[in-house]
């Protein structure tokens, strides 16, 4: 029995060994369904967001898992997805990772040159400005960024939380779920 058990383990690493990209960090915060505000769609409440190290990719992956699948053409003027970072550790905020959902009713806000509406993801260097990526993905229920860690300074840690809108920020509306809920999770690489 014990053998055959060391047979699954060693098949469970062997499987996992051939799984490329080897993930060396990851950070996880699980977060309450019904806790966003109440009135959002189900794909605003978080339940889970991550941020891990791809090291065969040089690649840092973020991820909000959501309650429900994310419309690939949603009906709202605008959803974003939102992971903010502080990388040296003074709790002010540095960089945020954005994926979001734009159209004709969110212009001047999402005013990136291109046809609306569409998805479009970028980092937010605050008081710097955006750099635009296209290695992003909203796939069913969880929305995905994979991101170049040059773009968030080249640190090996950081403390970071995710939060999503319905509004954009300088909107003045409140975001509708956070995770964690209060302060920050912490990443290294
Ligand atoms: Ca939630
Ligand atoms: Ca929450």
């Given at each position: 029995m014990?053998?055959?058990?060391?047979?699954?383990v060693t098949l469970a690493i062997f499987t996992l060994a051939l799984s490329s990209p080897v993930f060396a960090g990851s950070s996880v915060v699980a977060d309450a369904t019904?806790?966003?505000r109440a009135g959002s769609p189900a794909y605003?409440?978080?339940v889970q967001v991550k941020v891990t190290d791809q090291v065969g990719r040089d690649t840092l992956y973020f991820s909000a898992e959501l309650a429900a699948a994310i419309?690939?053409?949603?009906?709202d003027d605008f959803l974003a997805y939102n992971w903010f970072a502080d990388v040296n550790g003074d709790s002010t905020l540095d960089y945020v990772v954005v994926v979001r959902w734009c159209?004709?009713?969110?212009?001047?806000?999402?005013?990136?040159?291109?046809?609306?509406?569409?998805?479009?993801a970028f980092v937010n260097h605050l008081g710097v400005g955006n750099t635009y990526f296209s290695s992003f993905k909203v796939d069913g229920a969880t929305a995905k960024a994979f991101v170049d860690p040059a773009l968030l300074g080249g640190v090996?840690?950081?403390?970071w939380?995710?939060?999503?809108?319905?509004?954009?920020a300088g909107s003045g509306a409140a975001p509708v779920?956070?995770?964690?809920?209060?302060?920050?999770?912490?990443?290294?690489r």
């Amino acid at each position: 029995m014990r053998q055959i058990r060391l047979v699954f383990v060693t098949l469970a690493i062997f499987t996992l060994a051939l799984s490329s990209p080897v993930f060396a960090g990851s950070s996880v915060v699980a977060d309450a369904t019904g806790d966003a505000r109440a009135g959002s769609p189900a794909y605003l409440d978080l339940v889970q967001v991550k941020v891990t190290d791809q090291v065969g990719r040089d690649t840092l992956y973020f991820s909000a898992e959501l309650a429900a699948a994310i419309p690939a053409t949603p009906p709202d003027d605008f959803l974003a997805y939102n992971w903010f970072a502080d990388v040296n550790g003074d709790s002010t905020l540095d960089y945020v990772v954005v994926v979001r959902w734009c159209t004709e009713r969110t212009v001047p806000r999402c005013a990136a040159p291109g046809p609306l509406p569409r998805w479009e993801a970028f980092v937010n260097h605050l008081g710097v400005g955006n750099t635009y990526f296209s290695s992003f993905k909203v796939d069913g229920a969880t929305a995905k960024a994979f991101v170049d860690p040059a773009l968030l300074g080249g640190v090996s840690a950081f403390e970071w939380f995710a939060l999503n809108r319905s509004r954009p920020a300088g909107s003045g509306a409140a975001p509708v779920d956070f995770a964690p809920n209060t302060g920050f999770a912490s990443f290294g690489r």
